[in-house]
């Protein structure tokens, strides 16, 4: 045992925790080098934390796996290195590890700058917020020796949003008329789900498509990822509302609707569009699908327009969303 | 019973930062008080903090306040300098810097408007982008809609 104890040999918890971590280690995979282990209190340095390692978090104790990655936008291949793969060694369930990683970093949403964080604190607080709750991913927080907030978090089973509607092979008409209105309830179900964290004054701060799961049992929508942040100046909210705006348009859409896509396939509904019926902030999409699609009911189609270059008044508060919203649902039947 | 506010009490709040707009708007203040010697201006600008998980120390937040503050001190001269130039001295002039947690600017705002009992408050516009206002949301759209009691300058 000497030899794993560098990492923190003055605390006196340390040694006991080690040796029952490094029994359940033995006991879950018998044929494992025990002397090769390494074993980690403090998460500071999360690149030193490498896959076959152990991480103790107060009175849990963590097998590392793989890092994971980014997944969204051409960045398949960058790994995450705060966010690992782990085991729970008491348990053997399969668990995300999430190590505190305090950067800040600029980010630009259709050319408006936002000052972007990673704030550790503030999924800590939603996992408390909406333990229980399954339109979230559930977790728990562990602090490491130094007080870095561990989030422990079970895996979502079920795929993200893009990947279901990416799957689905029937024309639009068809799954609009058969599948969509399912597809609004569960979303009007994911929007109140994010009401609830704005009636909590909590953001969610990273709205987006891959951040919805579907869930493969219930085929309900549970929101991953909490910890991203923003410096907000007037409206808390905005950015998770244009976030739920651009949702529901690429599933009112069953996907982007985009003008080169319309200009290689659909020249002649091209030709009917202005730029008032694009998206205010991506404006090579279509946010006035209704042009596209005629048989999208007008009240759905209002929605959408809040989010298009015709607007001139926005939502400022998800209530008001849900609200037209359940009127839109009542006309699909 | 008149409410206090029913008239014009002679009390002018100006929401500051240190942007050309908000100068515009003391500019435009100052115009209007030279005229008339009872007017009391008062400087209003709001620090709002970020999240206390911005800072990666309790020493980093303090840093971050403490600049805010001299830049906050820098463009206050500055108004005072532009007040007294049309001839309001500093007995009329009251500078308010507030360190707060604003979800809402506008609402930190208008909460000091009632504390202060002003009966107009003149801010600047930034003139957002659309997009802006959707991602953002605008100070002065939501003062112009929520404001009571008071009359509502915005200057642009």
Not at chain 1, 185 to 196: K, P, R, S, V
Not at chain 1, 219 to 230: K, L, P
């Amino acid at each position: 045992m000497e030899q794993h104890l560098h990492t923190a040999a003055a605390d006196p918890d340390f040694q006991p925790l080690a040796e029952r971590a490094l029994r359940e280690l033995a006991a879950l995979h018998p044929n494992r080098d025990l002397s090769q282990v390494e074993i980690h209190t403090d998460t500071t340095d999360f690149y030193r934390i490498n896959a076959g390692d152990v991480v103790l978090a107060e009175d849990e104790r963590f097998l590392v796996g793989n890092n994971t990655r980014e997944g969204r936008f051409g960045l398949d291949d960058e790994v995450k290195h705060w966010v690992k793969r782990a085991t729970d060694l008491a348990t053997g369930q399969r668990k995300i590890i999430k190590l505190s990683f305090h950067e800040r970093f600029d980010a630009n949403i259709g050319g408006i700058r936002f000052e972007c964080f990673r704030s550790p604190h503030k999924e800590s607080r939603i996992l408390e917020l909406t333990r229980g709750d399954s339109r979230f991913m559930q977790g728990h927080t562990r602090l490491d020796q130094t007080g870095n907030p561990i989030r422990v978090l079970d895996i979502v089973q079920g795929r993200c949003l893009p990947d279901v509607v990416s799957a689905l092979t029937e024309a639009h008409e068809e799954y609009f008329h058969t599948r969509f209105p399912g597809i609004l309830d569960n979303f009007i179900g994911a929007a109140q789900a994010l009401a609830l964290l704005h009636e909590n004054q909590e953001k969610h701060g990273d709205v987006r498509r891959d951040h919805l799961f579907v869930h493969s049992d219930t085929g309900a929508y549970c929101w991953i990822d909490f910890d991203y942040n923003f410096v907000h100046r007037e409206n808390i909210y905005g950015l998770d509302l244009f976030g739920l705006g651009n949702i529901l348009i690429y599933l009112a859409g069953k996907g982007d609707v985009t003008l080169p896509d319309l200009r290689d396939h659909h020249p002649d509904i091209l030709a009917t569009l202005y730029w008032e019926d694009l998206s205010l902030v991506w404006q090579n999409r279509v946010a006035n699908l209704r042009k596209v699609y005629p048989y999208i009911p007008k009240e759905l189609n209002e929605i959408l327009l809040y989010f298009s270059n015709n607007a001139t008044i926005y939502y400022e508060r998800a209530d008001q969303m849900i609200s037209d919203l359940r009127a839109a649902r009542a006309t699909l039947g | 019973m008149q409410h206090p506010f029913d008239a014009f009490n002679g009390r002018i709040l100006v929401a500051v930062d240190g942007s050309a707009n908000a100068r515009r708007a003391v500019a435009h203040v100052a115009a209007v008080a030279s005229c008339a010697e009872s007017v009391q201006i008062i400087l209003l600008h709001i620090i709002s903090e970020p999240d206390p998980d911005y800072f990666a120390s309790p020493a980093e937040r303090l840093g971050w306040l403490a600049e805010r503050r001299m830049e906050a001190e820098s463009f206050m001269a500055d108004y005072k300098q532009l007040l007294a130039n049309h001839g309001i001295g500093n007995g009329r002039i009251t500078a308010v810097v507030k360190e707060r947690d604003c979800p809402s600017l506008s609402e930190c705002i208008m909460d000091e408007m009632r504390r202060l009992e002003v009966s107009t408050i003149a801010l600047g516009r930034t003139g957002l982008q659309a997009k802006e206002e959707l991602l953002l949301g605008s100070v002065s759209k939501r003062i112009v809609h929520h404001a009571k009691d008071c009359a509502v300058w915005v200057v642009t």
